[in-house]
């Protein structure tokens, strides 16, 4: 309900797995409710053929599951930064921008926010990763210009921007008591973000926080990337991954990636794709594999067995191992997938996210005995082996965890009211 002291604008934390609106008001929760009384909606589309109309959020999952013929497109944030953002795709038998496809669903949350809200968004403060672009400063902007034209076509006259682990922290500024030195560890569906940034209870009014903000980092890494992985390792070999040629070189193996890559699973699809899978078959030592792909490839299942891979993932943050049914592909076939696999098989990302840390703690002159608090956000920070990898180079420090889909969004809501002030 609209108030005289309700923020005028609201804060997009347009995630690569999910997504959130927030607003601030008084009396009221910061986060909207935008999916069947939700904070969250997953950032999916589905293109449904039959009913010719696009379905968004856990809808669309559930309409794809059930096996509605269509198009699933997820993890759209990956396409900021891409080269794929100024091309097209193919939609109910239509040519798309992907810079539509952005719009189409950003446009989504802020219709549904604004219903919920009852009144309409002018301003907006988008959260965005430290690095779209890892090392490219200009594809790093043309990111950003990107995602603010089509904030503005879908109708948002004024917008700004926050680094998500500066939304996050000021999300947990708001429940401290006392001045902390706190890194901010933000761990998204597409990158890992890091902030130093000094916050207490007297500093939350001020409106330039410059000073505060010690150091700013990040790496494109994220649970896609630790879903890829789980797959490449513990899933694909199934479908011929690390198979050998007749030659004795091994099967190439862009198909495989394709299909443990959310946003590249439709190109496996493609008759280009097909015909060289079908081209290699008869130099394949072991052709097992490979018919099994054919199978996956035939049924369209490729963004089903992800996310089997992701919740696997997910369950692997409690659980010791997963038992995976693959029956839909083969009669009897399952995979038993452990945490120690999964562990093993990003290791390597997160030596890369320890070095980005290492980075950030140099950068800012701060030795790690300094650091007062560790504050855990985002999808994927809850991995075991990712928290204790943190953890274990901050050894002093407490560990805090946010609210992992809502932090960023809160914060964004924050910095929504300081930027554009209330209703008069």
């Not at 609209?2 to 934390?13: L, P, V, W």
């Not at 403060?125 to 400063?137: A, E, I, K, N, W």
């Not at 490449?232 to 198909?255: D, E, I, N």
Request: proline content about 3%; some cysteine; aromatic content about 8%.
């Amino acid at each position: 309900m609209k108030n005289a002291s309700s923020a005028r604008a609201c804060g997009i934390d347009f995630g690569t797995s999910n997504s959130t609106v927030g607003w601030h008001r008084p009396g009221a929760e910061t986060l909207i409710a935008l999916e069947d009384g939700k904070i969250t909606l997953p950032s999916v589309i589905f293109f449904n053929i039959e009913e010719r109309r696009p379905v968004y959020g856990r809808l669309a999952l559930h309409e794809y599951l059930e096996g509605y013929e269509g198009r699933l497109m997820r993890s759209l944030k990956s396409l900021l930064g891409s080269k794929l953002i100024k091309h097209d795709t193919s939609v109910l038998g239509t040519a798309l921008p992907f810079k539509d496809l952005l719009g189409m669903f950003i446009g989504e949350l802020k219709n549904r926010a604004e219903a919920n809200a009852g009144r309409e968004f002018e301003q907006v403060v988008l959260g965005r990763p430290v690095h779209f672009v890892d090392d490219d400063q200009a594809a790093d902007q043309e990111a950003e210009d990107t995602l603010t034209d089509v904030a503005r076509k879908i109708g948002f006259k004024d917008v700004s921007f926050q680094f998500e682990p500066i939304a996050a922290a000021f999300d947990y500024e708001s429940t401290i008591e006392r001045e902390e030195l706190v890194l901010i560890v933000d761990i998204g569906g597409g990158t890992s973000d890091f902030s130093l940034v000094r916050l207490s209870p007297e500093r939350r009014e001020l409106d330039n926080r410059v000073d505060d903000i010690l150091a700013t980092g990040g790496v494109h890494i994220g649970g896609t990337d630790f879903d890829k992985q789980l797959s490449l390792q513990g899933v694909m070999p199934l479908f011929g991954y690390g198979s050998r040629m007749k030659s004795g070189a091994f099967m190439p193996t862009s198909h495989h990636m394709n299909l443990a890559t959310w946003h590249t699973i439709n190109s496996v699809y493609s008759q280009k794709s097909q015909l060289a899978l079908g081209s290699m078959r008869y130099d394949i030592q072991d052709t097992d594999g490979i018919d099994r792909l054919f199978k996956l490839i035939e049924q369209k299942a490729g963004h089903w067995l992800a996310m089997e891979v992701e919740e696997t993932k997910i369950q692997l943050t409690e659980a010791q191992n997963r038992l995976v049914p693959l029956d839909r592909i083969d009669p009897g076939l399952v995979v038993d997938l452990s945490r120690p696999l999964f562990e093993s098989a990003i290791d390597g990302l997160l030596e890369r996210v320890r070095g980005s840390v290492s980075e950030l703690l140099s950068k800012a002159g701060v030795g790690v005995a300094q650091v007062d608090t560790v504050f855990f956000t985002g999808g994927s920070s809850g991995i075991p082996a990712l928290r204790n990898s943190v953890a274990a180079m901050l050894p002093n420090a407490r560990h805090v965890e946010g609210n992992i889909f809502g932090s960023i969004g809160s914060g964004l809501a924050i910095e929504a009211r300081k930027r554009y002030g209330v209703e008069g």
